[in-house]
């Protein structure tokens, strides 16, 4: 199917490898976007190129604390838009008082999530950004 335009393969080579060796190409296998380690060793053997698809895992946990801190701001959002729909329909001077007080609240918590949030892209700048 894909190797119809190429030279028939009609030949086989047979040989052993020790164990690091075989790991390390099952290694390579296992990134790169071969099938078969058959298919792995053409490409060496006939000097092809090798895509070898890596993942930096080192951005996982602050990706996961940013994420946090997006659902957490989102959350207060509500909760301030929720207040401040009662506090328009509230009778009493009293009660749009409590209610401010209640939207000075969710803003203090507004207001610790963007300082860890300024804090954490003050660290990922300081690791991905040139100087």
Same mark, same amino acid.
């Given at each position: 199917? !894909? %190797?119809?335009?190429?030279?028939? @393969?009609?030949?086989?080579?047979? +040989?052993? =490898? $020790?164990? +690091?060796?075989? #790991?390390?190409?099952?290694? @390579?296998? /296992?990134?790169?976007?071969? %099938?078969?380690?058959? *298919?792995? @060793?053409?490409?060496?053997? &006939?000097?092809?190129?090798? =895509?070898?698809?890596? %993942? #930096?895992? +080192? @951005? #996982?946990? *602050?990706?996961?604390?940013?994420? $946090?801190?997006?659902?957490?701001?989102?959350?207060? !959002?509500? /909760?301030?838009?929720? =207040?401040?729909?009662?506090?328009?329909? *509230? $009778?009493?001077?009293?009660?749009?008082?409590?209610?401010?007080? /209640? =939207?000075?609240? &969710?803003?203090?918590?507004?207001? *610790?999530?963007?300082?860890?949030?300024?804090?954490?892209?003050?660290?990922?700048?300081?690791?991905?950004?040139? &100087?």
């Amino acid at each position: 199917m !894909g %190797r119809q335009n190429e030279e028939r @393969l009609d030949y086989k080579i047979f +040989t052993r =490898v $020790g164990k +690091t060796k075989f #790991d390390e190409m099952t290694s @390579l296998l /296992n990134n790169s976007n071969r %099938r078969t380690m058959s *298919a792995l @060793l053409r490409d060496v053997l &006939e000097h092809e190129k090798i =895509v070898i698809n890596t %993942r #930096d895992t +080192t @951005l #996982d946990k *602050a990706m996961e604390e940013l994420s $946090g801190i997006r659902k957490e701001l989102l959350a207060i !959002g509500v /909760n301030i838009n929720q =207040v401040t729909r009662r506090f328009h329909q *509230a $009778g009493t001077l009293d009660e749009q008082l409590a209610l401010s007080q /209640n =939207v000075l609240k &969710e803003f203090s918590l507004t207001s *610790a999530k963007i300082e860890t949030l300024f804090k954490l892209i003050d660290q990922l700048s300081e690791k991905w950004l040139p &100087e």
